[in-house]
């Protein structure tokens, strides 16, 4: 699952947000809220989530119970957005 996928797949959790970086540049960055309000850079889940498959078992699975996600896949599976 590339950034395209995810970006795609998971659109209406995903804002845009102008974050300045260490040198003060002004960069547009993807975010997506995951619940409780909680977000996070689509890039980094990326790099956690890159090598699944985009359903929710793929995605369980790499998640394993152990990194948070997986009341927001439950979540996406209830609305459709996973199968």
């Known amino acids: ?8 797949i998971f659109d209406k959790y995903i804002t845009n947000n102008i974050i ?7 960069n547009d960055v993807a ?6 309000e909680q977000t996070v850079n689509v890039d980094f889940f990326v790099s956690i989530f890159g090598d699944a498959e985009a359903t929710y078992d793929s995605l369980c699975s790499i998640d394993a119970g152990e990194k ?4 927001f896949f439950d979540l996406c599976k209830t609305e459709g957005i996973l199968v």
């Open 1 to 8: 699952m590339d950034k395209e996928n995810v970006l795609t």
């Open 20 to 26: 300045p970086d260490s040198t003060g540049q002004l």
């Open 68 to 71: 948070g996600y997986k009341d």
């Open 31 to 36: 975010i997506m809220g995951i619940g409780n």
